[in-house]
Nanobody, 119 residues
Framework: VQLQASGGGLVQTGGSLRLSCSAS????????MNWFRQAPGKAREFVAGITSTGDTTIYADFGKGRFTISRDNAGQTSDLQLNSLQPEDTAVYYCAAGRSPNGVGMDYWGKGTQVTVSS
């Protein structure tokens, strides 16, 4: 599975962005999809995950109520809706495919997309 994240950009505090991860390969629907982020000088952290069927989602505490992960198996995409963005959300966001939606044990990673939130 090859992954490519897109949709990042510059947004003001309180704004929204929708990130998209497009996948190639026939097995996309068998993988859980996850999103991570890495801010400058910080370790990469789990943001959200969704099961292969889309019936279960998991969020990091900082994303609950603000971020929404979704997927479209027919279109082979996974989106991450980011609302009420804050400067501390500034980071490179990555999508990844693996066997679980909790950010553990990812098999494939996409190149990141930069999200910058101005204060």
């Amino acid at each position: 599975v090859q992954l490519q994240a897109s949709g990042g950009g510059l947004v003001q505090t309180g704004g929204s962005l929708r990130l998209s991860c497009s996948a190639s390969g026939r097995t996309f629907s068998t993988y859980a999809m996850n999103w991570f982020r890495q801010a400058p000088g910080k370790a990469r952290e789990f943001v959200a995950g969704i099961t292969s069927t889309g019936d279960t989602t998991i969020y990091a505490d900082f994303g609950k109520g603000r971020f929404t992960i979704s997927r479209d198996n027919a279109g082979q995409t996974s989106d991450l809706q980011l609302n009420s963005l804050q400067p501390e959300d500034t980071a490179v966001y990555y999508c990844a495919a693996g066997r679980s939606p909790n950010g553990v044990g990812m098999d494939y990673w996409g190149k990141g997309t930069q999200v910058t939130v101005s204060s």
